[in-house]
């Protein structure tokens, strides 16, 4: 499975973006689907995930309340709505797929997109 993320870019503090996440093949509806982050001289982190099936959600604790992750299975897409931005949330952003849990780790997830650039600017 091939993954495009796309959507990132610049935007000013308390501003919106969201970011999408585009699947080659119809086998990613049966994927949890995840985003990470990876920011400046950091390590890459977790972001928010979504079950293929069902409606559960989980999110860092940094982006709750203000994130949200959802997908389209019968476009093979996934999305992620950010609101109230600020410049701790820029970073890379990566879309990935995964065949098994915890949603919350890196190695759980199978498939990687290339990233999209997000810069909050203050």
């Known amino acids: 499975v091939q993954l495009q993320a796309s959507g990132g870019g610049l935007v000013q503090a308390g501003g919106s973006l969201r970011l999408s996440c585009a699947a080659s093949?119809?086998?990613?509806?049966?994927?949890?689907k995840g985003w990470f982050r990876q920011a400046p001289g950091k390590e890459r982190e977790f972001v928010a995930a979504i079950r293929w099936i069902g409606s559960s959600t989980y999110y860092a604790a940094s982006v709750k309340g203000r994130f949200t992750i959802g997908r389209d299975n019968a476009k093979n897409t996934m999305y992620l709505q950010m609101n109230s931005l600020n410049p701790d949330d820029t970073a890379v952003y990566y879309c990935?797929?995964?065949?098994?849990?915890?949603?919350?780790?890196?190695?759980?997830?199978?498939?990687w997109g290339q990233g999209t650039l997000v810069t909050v600017s203050s």
């Open positions: 093949e119809r086998t990613f509806s049966s994927y949890t």
């Open positions: 990935a797929a995964a065949s098994r849990a915890p949603w919350t780790e890196e190695s759980s997830y199978d498939y």
